[in-house]
């Protein structure tokens, strides 16, 4: 099985100042070459083919100018891809097909900036690149600040999340780490959409009551009123995170944790995503019941799972920390990259951080706030980072 998951148009290019030029005519890339090399560094393809090859190794640059008329793939299709895959590279025609329906087609397709017709005078070449260059950088500068306020935006979320909820939050970071495995042994590439659904595929433990919390993850019997709590969690992130622009994918894939995907249609790499967070939930809610992590392995094989992600997740375990050894530490003596072995719990039962979580400079001052004030039994179990002991 092939397995392929990326973030959508998540690629910035390399290098701001680079320049693509698509012709089948050697003469007009030796000129346009010769012409934008003293501002730019230009790189040439002799057709579509051969530019979508040089794009997928070396990334998307600043600027592509294509040609229309060429064997295969023409001008106007490049330009179509090159949007669907690199939308921040700005894109221009160069044809002598002056003509209202190429120069239509051409806008609709592939969003083309500008349109220049051969023989192109080197005024209105470099004017017209430079402009295309502009532009590039703007949207570059508008893709950074979206992506920081979405950055900012879910971590405010789950950081909800973790005061509400200390042991969800902290089954949803075990669950992250071990999609962020998965992915990696299956060679899925950039798999943020599947991990950010693995946080907040949690978020809707927030609406449900500790006590419940505690048998489902004990693996206790639940009333039939307990169990539509449980079954509606997925559900809850869902509509929170439904009106939050370029998360569509994410929202797909914990929709379909209960069956009831988007009204848009699902995709393979939508339907592969649920697949691995189901897996690696099914993995925690097991693990947590004390069922050993073969016979884990053994239920997931007589599933419907893929043999593919099961195959992986044996690998990550059998090659993972699990056995690495305890230490008891009291807060005064923790540091950062530790990572907490049991659930840290307050003196009257409540737990306050839940086991699995990294121990970064943050969780380290929320430690030494409750320690001061006399609120959490010590000493907390840890693993440590690297082997050390």
């Known amino acids: 099985m092939s397995y392929e998951l990326s973030r959508r148009g998540e690629t910035l290019p390399t290098d701001a100042l680079s320049v693509l030029v698509v012709d089948d005519e050697p003469t007009v890339l030796d000129t346009l070459s010769h012409q934008l090399g003293t501002e730019y560094h230009v790189s040439t393809a002799i057709d579509a083919a051969s530019a979508l090859a040089w794009l997928e190794e070396n990334g998307p640059p600043a600027t592509v100018i294509s040609d229309l008329r060429m064997p295969g793939m023409d001008g106007i ?123 907040a595929s949690q978020l809707g433990a927030v609406t449900v009551p500790p006590s419940v919390l505690a048998k489902a993850e004990q693996g206790e019997p639940l009333s039939d009123h307990e169990q539509q709590m449980i079954d509606a969690i997925p559900g809850v992130a869902v509509r929170l995170l439904a009106d939050i622009p370029r998360l569509d994918v994410v929202v797909d894939i914990v929709a379909g944790l209960q069956g009831n995907p988007a009204t848009s249609p699902v995709s393979p790499i939508v339907r592969l995503a649920v697949q691995v967070l189901r897996a690696a939930i099914t993995y925690e809610s097991y693990l947590k019941q004390g069922v050993a992590t073969d016979s884990i392995l053994s239920v997931l094989s007589g599933d419907d799972f893929d043999p593919g992600i099961v195959d992986a997740l044996r690998t990550v375990r059998n090659g993972s920390a699990a056995d690495a050894a305890v230490r008891a530490y009291r807060v005064s003596d923790m540091v950062v990259g530790m990572r907490i072995a049991e659930d840290v719990l307050g003196v009257n039962g409540p737990v306050l951080i839940g086991h699995g979580m990294l121990v970064t400079e943050m969780l380290l001052a929320r430690l030494t706030n409750f320690a001061r004030m006399g609120q959490l039994v010590e000493p907390i179990l840890v693993t440590l980072p690297g082997g050390a002991r």
């Open 77 to 199: 299709e490049l330009l179509g891809e090159i949007r669907h895959h690199y939308p921040l590279t700005s894109r221009i025609l160069h044809t002598a097909q002056a003509d209202l329906t190429s120069a239509l087609a051409a806008i609709n397709a592939g969003h083309v900036l500008h349109m220049l017709c051969k023989p192109c005078s080197p005024r209105e070449l470099r004017g017209s690149v430079r402009e295309a260059v502009q532009y590039h950088q703007m949207k570059v500068a508008e893709r950074e600040v979206l992506d920081e306020t979405l950055r900012t935006s879910l971590q405010a979320l789950f950081g909800c999340l973790q005061l509400a909820s200390p042991a969800a939050f902290a089954r949803a970071g075990r669950i992250r780490d071990l999609v962020g495995l998965i992915c990696r042994q299956l060679d899925l590439g950039s798999a943020w959409e599947i991990e950010v659904a693995a946080m």
